[in-house]
């Protein structure tokens, strides 16, 4: 049983520029969340998507937004990178709020 | 103040001590509290998870949650080097689908 994958692994990206990453769900799940953990850092809450919408979001700027497809797979996407950007992107799945699981996360370095 | 407040370590311990990693926190709201563990450069893996008060138990693993005076503690029995991780203590409230909340990590070293 596939848990959760994301991709790609690692990303270089320059100051100012655009980047999308993929997270698919454990199967059987219907949910997904991001995280971002900067370095020795807890996982900090983007936002959750369910049925394809936003259902809550964290405290981070319209500059973080995502979107999820029919088959429960989502992208995250950060416009206008900055170099505090830096960071872990942690995908978790869920089934009806229970069972979170992390997949391994991408990391991400803006130069 | 952060909600969740956890202390980021280095905790160096020999193999075979008892370990106790603990957190406390500020929202009365939670009700779920859970220890992930964490690799380096890999994420979270759940470990264990606790409704409520009491204790809970599994292999060498024990969790402890005390409501009255938020704070959780998670202890490991006959620490091994293989349980050198950051270990993450996480919460979530009812409603709002649960998104957990989470500590910033204690890094445990078990040297052997």
């Known amino acids: 049983d596939a848990g959760v994958t994301q991709s790609p692994t690692h990303l270089i990206k320059t100051r100012g520029q655009q980047v999308t990453l993929r997270c698919s769900p454990k199967s059987g799940h219907d949910t997904v969340s991001w995280y971002q953990q900067a370095l020795g850092q807890g996982p900090q809450f983007i936002f959750q998507y369910y049925e394809e919408e936003e259902r809550q979001r964290g405290n981070f700027p319209d500059r973080f937004s995502g979107h999820q497809f029919p088959n429960y797979s989502s992208e995250l996407n950060v416009n206008a990178l900055l170099l505090g950007d830096s960071a872990l992107y942690l995908c978790a799945s869920s089934k009806e709020g229970y069972g979170y699981t992390f997949g391994s996360g991408t990391r991400l370095t803006v130069v | 103040q952060k909600e969740v407040e956890q202390d980021p370590g280095p905790l160096s311990v020999p193999e075979g001590a008892i370990v106790s990693l603990n957190c406390t926190y500020s929202n009365s709201a939670f009700q779920y509290f859970m220890w992930y563990r964490q690799y380096s450069r890999k994420g979270p893996e759940l470990l264990m998870y606790t409704y409520s008060s009491g204790n809970k138990e599994d292999g060498r693993f024990t969790a402890q949650v005390d409501k009255s005076s938020k704070y959780i503690s998670l202890f490991i029995r006959d620490s091994q080097p293989s349980d050198s991780a950051t270990y993450l203590c996480?919460?979530?409230?009812?409603?709002?689908?649960?998104?957990?909340?989470f500590g910033r990590g204690t890094s445990l070293i078990v040297h052997p």
């Open positions: 996480a919460m979530s409230a009812p409603g709002g689908s649960y998104i957990p909340t």
